[in-house]
């Protein structure tokens, strides 16, 4: 059998990061080294003041903390960890592809086979690599051939081991996971191989929630589980418009079907859309997979979840304009929100810069309050739609730190991100300091709407209706 000394990572962004300092920490004689090209985002993991770690999750600057300089490394020399490591995680990003054949639909490999090139020049002992970036189906395929292609005698075993953390609650997820699952061949090396990263989850995770399979089914399972829970949010959103015009309450039909046993409470909260980088980009890369094999049946009925999400955020953001007597040019609205969930400050795909980017088309003046997200990268999430030159973006939005402040003078407030804080508000001194009637448009049902009203807002809560 074969044990694990030395691991290195490479990519430490939202996987990377905090998968390996999780590992570093719960097995104190494995050496984690986690690499990245990006000097900035290496300087930060290593920043002194934990605060100022580069992904934000509730409780990783304490497992950092304890494991950093210890077991725990992060560093810009790829070839080094590359060289010293007995086994090499491959954790960077696999976004759709913007350019060529497959074009907004297939996932862009070109991270995953540099990396591959860079292992196979660089390796001079048998190494185990891990797919932790979630791939098509098929990929250690290309992997394989890149790497036993270099004619130096070292062998490869090629593992899949998605990640099935959510960002948010990583931590939790990394230390607790439901599963884990780990897809290699059946040859005796690759049994080898798999009992091997077996033994390094087995050092804090009970042995039967440690799945085994084959290559491709493994794969397929990560595509296939972000798809299943993207179809249920866009399930209950398209609900959540039905409920809208009938009087129905969105969150009580949830609790309704959500108490049975069959379907389960969990993913059913309407909302402006889900976000984050992983379900629409996972979606598209499953409907393009199946469009190549031909199975366009079953590649429309998952382009469909897609589909819902884009019509979700675009009447959010209708229904504004719409509320604001047709025109909010002009109108101070101020955004609650730009993260694209609660206790992250991971902005990819997030709904609220698909709305800012309706209402500024409209001429709105924004003012954006988020706790986790900065103004540089607010303004980077604008430009890079490229729907109005940066200067216009400058000019109509405004970044700020205090929620008060942002909600001063404005039409209207919307929420984009549910954090808890945003219960917590004066929500009378706020309504004090509006331009009446004061709107207030809550994309994730999280406040009080009977007392919102009551104060005097004029409340949109999504997925609920007049009755
Ligand atoms: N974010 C999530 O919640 C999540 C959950 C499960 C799975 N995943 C998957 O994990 C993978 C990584 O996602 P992420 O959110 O961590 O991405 P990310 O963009 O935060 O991090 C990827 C990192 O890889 C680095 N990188 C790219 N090419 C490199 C190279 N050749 N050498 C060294 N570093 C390189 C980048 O600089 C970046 O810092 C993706 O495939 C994603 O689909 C993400």
């Given at each position: 059998m074969k044990s694990i000394k030395n691991i290195c990572c490479i990519g430490a962004g939202y996987v990377g990061g905090p998968t390996m300092s999780v590992i570093a920490f719960k097995c104190p004689e494995i050496k984690v080294t986690v690499v990245d090209i990006n000097e900035k985002r290496i300087a930060a993991w290593n920043d002194e003041d934990v605060s100022k770690l580069p992904v934000y999750e509730p409780g990783l600057d304490e497992v950092v903390k304890q494991a950093r300089g210890k077991n725990l490394f992060f560093s810009t020399e790829v070839d080094k960890a590359i060289d010293e490591a007995d086994m090499i995680f491959i954790s960077v990003n696999t976004p759709t592809k913007t350019y060529g054949i497959g074009k907004g639909m297939a996932a862009d490999l070109k991270y995953i086979e540099l990396c591959a090139r860079q292992i196979a020049s660089v390796a001079k002992t048998d190494k185990i690599i891990v797919e932790k970036s979630t791939l098509p189906v098929r990929t250690a395929e290309a992997l394989k051939t890149i790497l036993n292609n270099t004619g130096n005698g070292v062998k490869f075993e090629i593992l899949s081991n998605p990640e099935f953390l959510a960002e948010g609650t990583a931590i939790d997820d990394l230390l607790n996971a439901d599963r884990i699952l780990i897809g290699g061949d059946s040859t005796p090396s690759g049994e080898i191989a798999k009992q091997a990263l077996v033994d390094v989850y087995a050092h804090w995770l009970p042995k039967e929630r440690i799945l085994t399979t084959n290559v491709w089914s493994s794969e397929l399972s990560k595509l296939t589980a972000n798809a299943f829970l993207a179809q249920r949010v866009s399930s209950i959103n398209a609900l959540s418009e039905l409920c809208e015009v009938t009087g129905a309450d969105v969150n009580e039909v949830s609790r309704a079907i959500g108490t049975d046993s069959r379907i389960?409470?969990?993913?059913l909260k309407a909302s402006v859309g889900f976000g984050g980088s992983c379900f629409q980009k996972d979606i598209l890369n499953l409907v393009y997979i199946a469009k190549t094999y031909g199975l366009n049946e079953v590649a429309d009925y998952w382009e469909q979840v897609i589909i819902m999400n884009d019509h979700q955020k675009l009447r959010f953001a209708q229904n504004i304009v719409k509320s604001l007597f047709n025109t909010v040019s002009g109108k101070k609205i101020t955004m609650l929100g730009w993260a694209f969930k609660k206790d992250t400050n991971d902005t990819r795909e997030s709904a609220a810069i698909y709305v800012a980017d309706y209402l500024l088309n409209e001429m709105a003046e924004l003012t954006v309050y988020d706790p986790k997200v900065s103004e540089e990268q607010v303004l980077a999430d604008l430009d890079y739609l490229n729907s109005r030159s940066e200067n216009e973006n400058r000019k109509l939005i405004k970044v700020v730190n205090d929620p008060y402040e942002a909600c001063k003078d404005a039409h209207a407030i919307a929420v984009l991100t549910e954090w808890d804080e945003f219960k917590t508000y004066d929500w009378s001194k706020i309504h004090d300091n509006m331009l009446k009637p004061a709107f207030l448009f809550d994309g994730r049902a999280i406040l009080d709407m009977d007392k919102l009203e009551e104060i005097g807002f004029q409340v949109y809560t999504i997925g609920i209706g007049a009755e």
């Open positions: 389960g409470p969990k993913f």
